[in-house]
């Protein structure tokens, strides 16, 4: 294949990568994003390996079968939960991939036309070494992101004194080091750089809360990109270099749109939570507290004779794989003259738009489908809000408490609704930590079960 039917081929995958990010951008678009997304990825595919450059077919072949397998079984097995921490893992991938191709780069030069070793060109070293760096800084952080999603790890933020002014001393380090092995290429400043980028990807994730994890995710989904953009320009791989700064900005821009939606500090978030304080007092449990609670009869009952309802659901619905049971309950208030919607919080679940898959999943239409910002000020309007293991993303916390490690954030306003019906296995505090004084309002009924098991129950009483 001569090198101009490549790069009119790679050209052609860029646009189809470029049309994806489009096509995904909207619900009503997303299946024909993926497809685009499917077809630049078999392009680039197929014009790489019909490159003369590549030699060992039974190796790349062995490797996408083995690949291939693994990614089937994991896709047929994998819950809609455990979706957030099978990203994550991902991720780490990518990076652990970008430090790979660093290394073979750095040791046989010659074999990517940039060099001999220990002499290799001097801007394919810099692209080299920061793309290893990246690369580290990714896989390192998506390793404590899925343990933190797995809850291997806590979610709380994990600080210790200290902590920024030695992550700073790390970072110029790292850049300190990509500047000597420009003048003295060395084999212990590689791997230094390796090494020191690996424990800063662990520092910077692990003080992040549980509340920040969807902008976390977001942004190791970045960083993947820029990992592999860097390293396309160690391959001269123009394909790659575009595919990562696609990945790269749009993952930069996702984060920086999801902290402003969560009144955070994009700098803040990046850098490992800077801002956040290893003092900050637990919020005391509030088994003290009265609590009204109901029945699935009791919220049939009060949810038929509303005029408008309006659901909030949260990770306890994805838990529970409630979403078909919910939208069942959904269609028959509907049927009985309710206005019915559905609120979503930008952070609510695990990852950026959780909970938008999961409802589009149960095929709840998307005009049904509100964010934030468009239904908060109709919560004061409504009859009532029926929030299905959502807890954080309504903590009227966040509004009042200044010792709280999620104040600021903006929630969704349930408790100026008339009536809130909130379902929860218990009286557990919520993936960040903190308690929700929402349970003990004067209008708020708990429903302590199952989130599946209750909405089936709803259905039976409503029918």
């Not at 991939?97 to 810099?126: D, H, K, M």
């Not at 919910?326 to 909970?355: C, F």
């Not at 589009?360 to 910002?373: C, G, I, R, S, T």
């Amino acid at each position: 294949m001569t090198d101009d039917i490549s790069a009119f081929l790679y050209l052609i995958s860029s646009v189809c990568f470029i049309l994806a990010l489009r096509g995904l951008s909207s619900p009503d678009t997303a299946r024909q994003g993926n497809i685009f997304g499917i077809s630049g990825m078999i392009i680039a595919i197929g014009t790489t390996l019909a490159l003369p450059e590549v030699l060992s077919y039974e190796v790349i072949i062995a490797g996408l079968v083995i690949g291939g397998a693994i990614g089937t079984v994991i896709a047929r097995k994998i819950e809609m939960t455990a979706l957030p921490q099978l990203v994550a893992a991902f991720h780490s991938l990518v990076g652990l991939a970008a430090c790979f191709v660093a290394a073979a780069a750095f040791y046989r030069p010659e074999a990517y036309g940039i060099g001999q070793f220990l002499n290799v060109n001097t801007a394919s070293l810099i692209e080299m070494t920061l793309g290893l760096a990246i690369g580290a800084i990714t896989f390192t952080g998506s390793i404590i992101a899925f343990g933190k999603l797995q809850g291997i790890i806590s979610g709380a933020p994990l600080t210790f004194k200290g902590q920024h002014f030695f992550n700073a001393i790390l970072g110029i380090s790292i850049f300190g080091l990509i500047i000597l092995i420009v003048l003295d290429q060395n084999e212990a400043i590689f791997w230094s750089i390796l090494a020191l980028s690996f424990l800063i990807g662990i520092l910077i994730i692990i003080p992040i809360g549980g509340a920040d994890m969807p902008v976390v995710i977001s942004m190791l989904n970045s960083y993947s990109g820029w990992a592999a953009c860097g390293i396309g320009f160690t391959l001269g791989n123009s394909l790659l270099i575009i595919t990562g700064a696609l990945v790269g900005s749009s993952g930069a821009i996702l984060s920086y749109i999801m902290c402003k939606g969560m009144n955070r500090s994009f700098f803040s978030v990046i850098l490992g939570g800077f801002g956040v304080e290893s003092d900050l007092t637990d919020v005391q449990q509030g088994s003290d507290k009265a609590i009204k609670s109901g029945s699935a009869e009791d919220a049939a009952f009060i949810m038929e004779n509303a005029s408008s309802v309006i659901i909030v659901p949260g990770y306890g619905m994805a838990v529970a794989q409630a979403q078909h049971a919910l939208r069942e309950m959904g269609d028959i208030l509907k049927e009985k003259g309710v206005n019915v919607r559905y609120a979503i919080h930008p952070v609510a679940g695990r990852m950026p738009g959780h909970m938008n898959v999961l409802l589009a999943e149960a095929n709840v239409p998307y005009e049904q489908v509100l964010e934030l910002d468009e239904i908060n000020r109709d919560f004061s309007q409504t009859d009532v809000a029926f929030v299905i293991g959502a807890n954080d993303v309504t903590n009227p916390a966040a509004k009042t408490d200044t010792s709280s490690p999620i104040y600021g954030m903006p929630i969704l306003d349930v408790e100026n609704a008339q009536t809130v019906l909130f379902i929860k296995r218990s009286m557990a505090s919520g993936y960040a930590g903190v308690d929700n004084e929402l349970f003990f309002r004067d209008n708020t009924m708990m429903l302590f079960s199952d989130a599946k098991k209750m909405c089936d129950e709803i259905v039976q009483a409503l029918n």
